[in-house]
């Protein structure tokens, strides 16, 4: 018989598989290609939890498939040219001259290019990623007859705009019909991968495909997205070596969670410490003067460095209040945490360490289409 164990991952199995059921709603070319990317989660997912995801979904996911292909660039130019592009174009098999209008849009490109072949056609994608927030810009064109010519790509991608950036464009052959992906497997807080897939079918394209892959948070004290302390000036933590290892560890259970649902955090925290230790963390919070999220009313992936939960802190009896908020850089949010600790000093709250917790993506666990 399964013990009670067994029995527990079972069910959580059969939850996992039953969300990750292609909507009916879709076409046929979209519902039988999230078909097959569905079943390769279920096959990466079930039993075991599969490892992080270090890069974009869809290269990590569609390694090794039998129904998926992903179409290799036929020309790579780190640094774009005119000059560049025409002498390859002209040296390619099917050897073709760049048209005006082809040139002039690559002119605004980000100042490298590749060039990928949608399968079965001589229709090209020529794509370009740059500046700090890797914004793509994705040109796409025919070739006959010697020459080539721009075409219109899927009326949903922007090009050199928020919504371009920090995605992984590729090309797939899925199912027998070629697709082009947009891959948004971001840095961000949500713990969520999109994945839009366009049909390109007899010259056209079709509606697009939607699936959105969630994962469980993974926890680490040393691996983060960016090297917070060097990027931010971070000056020196001026806890003792063996106070700033206990912080640390509470820091890393803090973030935990918080994740898991910030509008009970603290007062849970508050039903383990004393009145005293309660009084203390009340005049803390006082000193502060800091922004203080509601936790009712906001979700983990919410906070932020500027506008972080403020939270009680008890190591070794003494009373710390924490901040805890995802990190910022301008506008984007990441989903590292950065958890600052605070102490009473005479009449001011004072700042004595600040530690990253960096939280990746884990297991899957849901997956829906549309």
Not at 1 to 30: D, F, G, I, K
Not at 36 to 42: M, P, S, V
Not at 182 to 207: C, F, M, Y
Request: aromatic share 6%; hydrophobic share 45%.
């Amino acid at each position: 018989m399964l013990n009670s164990r067994a029995l527990l991952a079972a069910a959580a199995l059969q939850l996992l598989l039953a969300s990750m059921t292609p909507a009916q709603a879709m076409s046929p070319v979209c519902r039988k290609a999230t078909g097959h990317l569905i079943g390769l989660i279920q096959s990466a997912s079930a039993p075991q939890a599969i490892s992080a995801i270090d890069h974009d979904l869809i290269h990590s996911l569609l390694r090794n498939s039998p129904h998926v292909s992903l179409a290799k660039p036929d020309l790579k130019l780190p640094v774009y040219s005119a000059a560049a592009f025409i002498d390859a174009a002209k040296r390619w098999p099917l050897g073709f001259t760049p048209s005006k209008d082809l040139l002039d849009a690559f002119e605004a490109s980000n100042g490298n290019l590749e060039v990928t072949r949608i399968p079965g056609d001589m229709v090209f994608a020529g794509n370009s990623i740059g500046g700090t927030a890797s914004c793509n810009s994705t040109t796409f064109f025919k070739v006959e007859d010697g020459t080539s010519h721009v075409v219109d790509g899927p009326a949903a991608w922007e090009n050199d705009v928020g919504g371009s950036c920090g995605l992984t464009r590729a090309i797939a052959s899925i199912g027998g019909t070629s697709f082009v992906v947009e891959d948004d497997s971001n840095l961000g807080p949500g713990l969520v991968s999109n994945l839009t897939l366009t049909p390109w079918v007899a010259g056209n394209w079709l509606e697009p495909c939607h699936l959105q892959v969630s994962f469980a948070p993974v926890f680490d004290t040393r691996k983060t997205v960016n090297d917070w302390s060097n990027l931010n000036h971070w000056e020196k933590n001026t806890c003792e070596r063996d106070v700033c290892k206990a912080l640390r560890r509470a820091a890393l259970n803090l973030a935990r969670r918080t994740q898991s649902g910030p509008g009970k955090v603290e007062r849970r925290l508050l039903r383990t410490m004393t009145a005293s230790q309660r009084a203390e963390y009340r005049r803390l919070r006082r000193l502060a003067e800091k922004p203080d999220a509601r936790p009712s009313q906001i979700k983990p992936a919410d906070l932020r460095d500027d506008l972080p939960l403020l939270l009680p802190m008890v190591v070794n009896r003494q009373v710390y209040l924490a901040s805890v908020g995802h990190f910022t850089i301008g506008w984007r949010v990441f989903s590292d945490w950065k958890v600052a600790i605070a102490i009473k000093d005479a009449d001011k709250a004072l700042e004595i360490a600040r530690f990253a917790i960096g939280m990746a993506k884990g297991r899957i666990v849901a997956a829906t289409s549309k």
